[in-house]
């Protein structure tokens, strides 16, 4: 029987992955058995709430991410900044349509 449910993770490029995976009866066990902390990566990029979209973009590119977790000025998060906001912003700034602005999770 296949189990469905939602995982959240640092997959260790320093991106945040979400979404819903479909694991069947034993592959659902061996993910029982790893801890978090032995998943995650080590290494965190991140951008504060009052910095330029353009220096939040340049570090996504920079480090190969598509997701940044966003922290205020005590360095406590605040909210994901991920590339679908990006094209979404920038297609409501600009006035045009884009894929990532009628995407909805």
């Known amino acids: 029987m296949n189990r469905l449910f939602g995982l959240t993770r640092w997959p260790g490029n320093g991106e945040l992955e979400k979404g819903v995976l479909t694991i069947q009866g034993e592959r659902r066990e061996e993910l029982d058995a790893i801890q978090v902390r032995n998943a995650m990566s080590k290494q965190l990029f991140s951008c504060h709430s009052a910095d330029p979209v353009t220096e939040a ?36 700034v600009s006035g045009r349509r884009t894929v990532a602005a009628d995407a909805e999770w």
């Open 57 to 92: 973009e340049r570090l996504m590119r920079e480090k190969q991410v598509r997701r940044l977790p966003v922290v205020d000025a005590e360095k406590r998060p605040v909210g994901i900044l991920t590339l679908n906001d990006l094209a979404r912003e920038a297609g409501r």
